[in-house]
T-cell receptor
Framework: EAQVTQNPRYLITVTGKKLTVTCSQN?????MSWYRQDPGLGLRQIYY???????DKGDVPEGYKVSRKEKRNFPLILESPSPNQTSLYFC???????????FGNGTRLTVT | AQSVTQLDSQVPVFEEAPVELRCNYS??????LFWYVQYPNQGLQLLLK??????LVESINGFEAEFNKSQTSFHLRKPSVHISDTAEYFC????????????FGTGTKLQVIP
């Protein structure tokens, strides 16, 4: 089954404790991206990747890092999480940057 | 630069009644347009898309949207809603040509009342 898999689905952590949210897709998509969803703000792009080893900032990249060492994986790293990063995070992929996005089921992160 | 406006944050509607969810966009280039649906505790799923050709596009579950270039709109309609249509709907725009990031609206929660 074609899908984007994120883990974990739920994560509660404390300020400053480094964490990684994993994202994997099995569709051989070149384009991958991360979004955060906050009430009243819709989805805002954090980082995106056009291909392996090619990443760039989205609208709200501060406090986040990404890497794209393999085509299928695109982890999101929070080196020192803060409470304002409490949000619902989505990973997405597509054949190309103008193509419809396939989303994972989301990761709900709470930083206390 | 591009932007998407979904003025209605919530739309309550009775079951079997028609519904329209509004979406307006602005862009300095030609656009691709999308509607995504998000059911509770799930990721977004593509509902329908306009890339080119006919300005009226339809989904498999009875929704349709019409691209209106002069009014820069892409409103979503359904003639008769079901309880199962209760979800949040997001309009998205993507510029044509080169890399143009997709921009999402703030979403409209459709609540179907039995």
């Amino acid at each position: 089954e074609a899908q984007v898999t994120q883990n974990p689905r739920y994560l509660i952590t404390v300020t400053g404790k480094k964490l990684t949210v994993t994202c994997s897709q099995n569709m051989n998509h070149e384009y991958m991206s991360w979004y955060r969803q906050d009430p009243g703000l819709g989805l805002r792009q954090i980082y995106y990747s056009m291909n392996v080893e090619v990443t760039d900032k989205g609208d709200v990249p501060e406090g986040y890092k990404v890497s794209r060492k393999e085509k299928r994986n695109f982890p999101l790293i929070l080196e020192s999480p803060s409470p304002n990063q409490t949000s619902l995070y989505f990973c997405a992929s597509s054949v190309g940057y103008n193509s419809p996005l396939h989303f994972g089921n989301g990761t709900r992160l709470t930083v206390t | 630069a591009q932007s998407v406006t979904q003025l209605d944050s919530q739309v309550p509607v009775f079951e079997e009644a028609p519904v329209e969810l509004r979406c307006n966009y602005s862009s300095s280039v030609s656009v691709y347009l999308f509607w995504y649906v998000q059911y509770p505790n799930q990721g977004l799923q593509l509902l329908l898309k306009y890339l080119s050709g006919s300005t009226l596009v339809e989904s498999i579950n009875g929704f349709e949207a019409e691209f209106n270039k002069s009014q820069t709109s892409f409103h979503l309609r359904k003639p008769s809603v079901h309880i199962s249509d209760t979800a949040e709907y997001f309009c998205a725009v993507n510029g044509v040509g080169g890399y143009q990031k997709v921009t999402f609206g703030t979403g409209t929660k459709l609540q179907v009342i039995p």
